[in-house]
């Protein structure tokens, strides 16, 4: 079955960086989109970025837009989340998804797989 599992996750100063983690098993993701979203302390799971496997076209959350990276190794079948100029509404816990679909890629009940999540604490 498929496996995500989350890492790079820790406490960062405001302004500081951090790089996430996911790797992925248990079957080819080819034609997958693979996302990341985030639960802010006492809100929803939110939208944060996407790639699509194959292609490696990326789509952000307007939030993150030109603070944070999506890539992924196809070798090492592995997305990284790289968060830059980070803030302290950035603080959340981080989560990994992957889905076959081609539609609601927005929202997290357009994902099929996800991990155990990763949190990410910026302090101001």
């Known amino acids: 079955q498929v496996q995500l599992v989350e890492s790079g996750g820790g406490l960062v100063q405001a302004g500081g960086s951090l790089r996430l983690s996911c790797a992925a098993s248990g079957r080819t993701f080819s034609g997958y989109a693979m996302g990341w979203f985030r639960r802010p302390p006492g809100k929803e799971r939110e939208f944060v970025a996407r790639?699509?496997?194959?292609?490696?076209?990326?789509y952000y959350a307007d939030s993150v837009k030109g603070r944070f990276t999506i890539s992924r190794d196809t070798a090492k079948n592995t997305v990284y989340l790289q968060m830059n100029s980070l803030k302290p509404e950035d603080s959340a816990v981080y989560y990994c998804?992957?889905?076959?679909?081609?539609?609601?890629?927005?929202?997290?009940?357009?994902?099929?797989?996800w991990g155990q999540g990763t949190q990410v604490t910026v302090s101001s």
């Open positions: 790639i699509n496997w194959s292609s490696g076209s990326t």
């Open positions: 998804a992957a889905t076959g679909r081609r539609f609601a890629l927005w929202v997290p009940a357009g994902y099929d797989y």
